[in-house]
């Protein structure tokens, strides 16, 4: 039989035992997931594997020699132990088994092989416990022919499992390789040639069955490339489609309100944001919709460029919506909007300004007699401004002329949301879309992830603000920080300033909200909202206003915590505020000086810069203060470290992206499914992304509906998720 369809079940070429135990694993169903289940490195037949980089916990596959076989009865109970002892030639481990004397007979001193399990520490010395294991022929050194091809060849080792080990899963693809028939190639033959680069068959072959290594380069040049070829095509029909859609020209660029706005700003606007405001004017003024991301540091004022360009769309007829990740988010937009605006956000109303315009908020738990009069306001287009959260795209919200779509925070949302928001534009066109990111993106990312976006960096901050500086501290070595830390807050209160306190947990439950690190030393529960209250009202902070925020909080429970922290003349304020990462961003607290972060070590470096964001925003310096048990020299604490060293988000977000998987950046939130990502390194890779978006472009220019590239189409389809298929089948 000649395989020629990867999408073939498992099943039906391994078998189903075999098939069965790769899915459960793995989770690798079809013939062409486990084909692209890349060997994470090689082995040479020909040389011993270093054991010197074993960690505990750790499933490995070792190419080692038996040393010596031994037996003894159990000291607790009945039976028997057999230790083989194995080495790569530098270093020494045992491979233990219970229960299993007949396995004397079947280890020999000086027998090579392969052997699979986890690593563990018994009484000081390292050990597998009933291993698989694969031993090598025992007539290779008779042959001198085969014994320069063993010891050219290259043994791949896979990523595996505990349950799963190397050796299994090379065989399940050793059965494939051996029935595998030339397959369609998603790159078209000019690219290929233009490039330099092997077809598919070969590349499979030669990067699970290599026979040196130019055969490994080879295959993962192919293969690397392919990654950032699918990608971009992706993106490129992307942008072609969308070129070609209808939008109303949004021209009125000096209007009434946006005038009487700039006028009212007590500053002025920066360079950047001048620069980034008028490339938005020039693609609202445009027939076709503008589909841009304007990304910038904390704090560098992205809210005022997205202010401008709604009041823009405002004046020429039109109306925009903001659509926020968090009803906390969605509700400081409503109150910092509408107090920008000030008589202009009263329009109709009794001392509003003459041209002026109403600012709705549209979120899941507004109460029904105020929705229905939002709603209202919104489909007759007295709201020219509509904030809200994902109830924005819920049927019952329609709108008079929906002109723009501003979405904060985009990598909270997947792009069938920005594209169900952004369907809600009347007679058949579409509106412009601004996505904006406090997170910022390298370019590979910028280039890999939001390809079918014209981006707009915004550079710099407004002038006056304070910055802030940021501190480790280690709570377990010192103790006298962390008193001085409680000291330091209250001398904030005492000033008139106010305080964030955020933990990864509410408490309640024992929820987290913020993941666990691996190098977490115990793992223990990590801070958590209603505790630290308690604790700190009881102690270091007796006697302070303390309040708390998180995401289980009723939603008037949330605004009345936020309005009594972020206004010093409120009748019961909030001095200090402890709250979980729902003020992770676009909290804009003026006189908030200080951010404590507790158990920081559970959180990101970018989650981390956008915490230290919520402060030092205004005149007042701010001071983050990062507490940890984090051990030094721990991945956990070179994270905080790094924090503390720049205030550089492009520098950092830099950093994050190297110590984190790319399918973390490219997975579900883009795309709704796993990472297409194993071999392309999009920190790295630059190179190979620029050619792949070049020749990607130039197919798609060439043949938009991709009618000459069936192979290449049917990989698309394949690549993305179902509900983002329609990118594909319009052209």
Known sequence: MTLDDTSARLSQVIGGKSAQAIEKALGLTSVGEL???????????????????LVDGEAVTLLAEVVSVTSRPMQQRRGTIVEVVVSDGTERISLTFFNQRWREGTFRTGRRGLFAGVVSTYRGRRQLTHPSFDFLPDDVDEDPERVASFAGAFIPIYPATSALSSMQIARAVGVILDTLGPLPDPIPEAVRSEHGLIGLTQALQGIHRPADQPDIDHARARLRFEEAFLLQTVLAQRRAELAHLPARARVEQAGPLLREFDARLPFALTAGQREVGDEIAADLAGDHPMHRLLQGDVGSGK???????????????????????????????????????GPMAEGGMLGGHDRGTQVALVTGSTKAAQRRRDLLRVVSGDAGIVIGTHALLTDTVTFNDLGLVVVDEQHRFGVEQRAALASKAADGTRPHVLVMTATPIPRTVAMTVFGDLEVSTLAGLPAGRAGVETHVVPVAERPAHVARAWERVREEVSAGHRVFIVCPRIGDDGVEDAPLVEDEPERRAAAAVLDTVEQLGAGPLQGLRIGMLHGRMPADAKDASMSAFADPAAEAPIEVLVATTVVEVGVDVPSATVMVVLDADRFGISQLHQLRGRVGRGSLPGLCLLFTEALPGSPARERLDAVASTTDGFALAQLDL?????????????????????????????????????????VVDADPALDDHPALRAALLELVAEDQAEFLEKA
Not at 35 to 50: I, K, N, Q, S, W
Not at 318 to 338: C, D, F, K, M, Y
Not at 691 to 697: E, F, G, L, N
């Open 658 to 698: 190297l110590q984190r998987r790319e399918g973390d950046v490219l997975g579900a939130s883009q795309s709704g499914r796993r990472s297409s990502l194993r071999l392309l390194q999009v920190v790295t890779d630059i190179e190979v992304i620029e050619q792949a978006r070049a020749a990607a472009i130039a």
């Open 35 to 53: 084909l692209r289940h890349y060997p994470r490195r090689y082995a040479a037949r020909g040389e011993l594997t270093d054991m010197r980089t």
């Open 303 to 341: 809210t005022v460029v997205a202010v401008r360009a709604m009041l823009s769309v405002v004046d020429s007829g039109g109306q925009a919506a903001l659509l926020a990740p968090t009803e906390v988010l969605a509700q400081q937009h409503h109150r910092s909007i509408t107090a920008l605006l």
